[in-house]
T-cell receptor
Framework: EADIYQTPRYLVIGTGKKITLECSQT?????MYWYQQDPGMELHLIHY???????EKGDLSSESTVSRIRTEHFPLTLESARPSHTSQYLC???????????????FGNGTRLTVT | DQQVKQNSPSLSVQEGRISILNCDYT??????FLWYKKYPAEGPTFLIS?????DKNEDGRFTVFLNKSAKHLSLHIVPSQPGDSAVYFC????????FGTGTSLTVIP
């Protein structure tokens, strides 16, 4: 059962276009995350948020931006898509903070982005 | 530098037998470890976790073992079923979640 929703599931778009990947969760979690994953590779953290109006960049350098205006919504925007942005983007949320309590991440089904 | 490593990209097991998936980590400060299961075109699903104060945690057919001195954890699935065929990721937490590259498990009927 999915309590965290990502749209679109698949997106093919041309170079230079602006895109927004949507992520919403109904669990009331304060903590939300965006990961990027390529086949055979580990998940890389690109953005996270610990609450409304709080956003931070992750370890992986990314040209994307995020916003957190509402607890349940954490969209990711690429102002100008490039072929190097082709990847799977996974949104996740958790009830706790990694450094402070043991709460698992709950993932959405991901957006598979292809930039041509 | 990768802090969580899964050195076996793939594993095949006969239905009914035990599947053992392995994971190594480098940071002794990690204190919470998780396993996720991922089907193609879906997001990872949380499977089982273990705190660093334990060495074993069981949930039905799934058992996770933690060897802190060796910085090693493993996931045992007994008995393995065809529906278990998926990619399994291990993860560890410090100030954030660190993931391995995954092991693709195929359970042969």
């Amino acid at each position: 059962e999915a309590d965290i929703y990502q749209t679109p599931r698949y997106l093919v778009i041309g170079t230079g276009k602006k895109i927004t990947l949507e992520c919403s969760q109904t669990m009331g979690h304060d903590k939300m995350y965006w990961y990027q994953q390529d086949p055979g590779m580990e998940l890389h953290l690109i953005h996270y948020s610990y609450g409304v109006n709080s956003t931070e960049k992750g370890d992986l350098s990314s040209e994307s931006t995020v916003s957190r205006i509402r607890t349940e919504h954490f969209p990711l925007t690429l102002e100008s898509a490039r072929p190097s942005h082709t990847s799977q983007y996974l949104c996740a949320s958790s009830a706790g903070t990694p450094a402070w309590d043991n709460s698992p991440l709950h993932f959405g089904n991901g957006t598979r982005l292809t930039v041509t | 530098d990768q802090q969580v490593k899964q050195n076996s990209p793939s594993l095949s097991v006969q239905e009914g037998r035990i599947s053992i998936l392995n994971c190594d980590y480098t940071n002794s400060m990690f204190d919470y470890f998780l396993w996720y299961k991922k089907y193609p075109a879906e997001g990872p699903t949380f499977l089982i976790s273990i705190s660093s104060i334990k060495d074993k945690n069981e949930d039905g057919r799934f058992t996770v073992f933690l060897n802190k001195s060796a910085k090693h954890l493993s996931l045992h699935i007994v008995p393995s079923q065809p529906g278990d065929s998926a990619v399994y990721f291990c993860a560890a937490t410090g100030n954030q979640f660190y993931f391995g590259t995954g092991t693709s498990l195929t359970v042969i009927p």
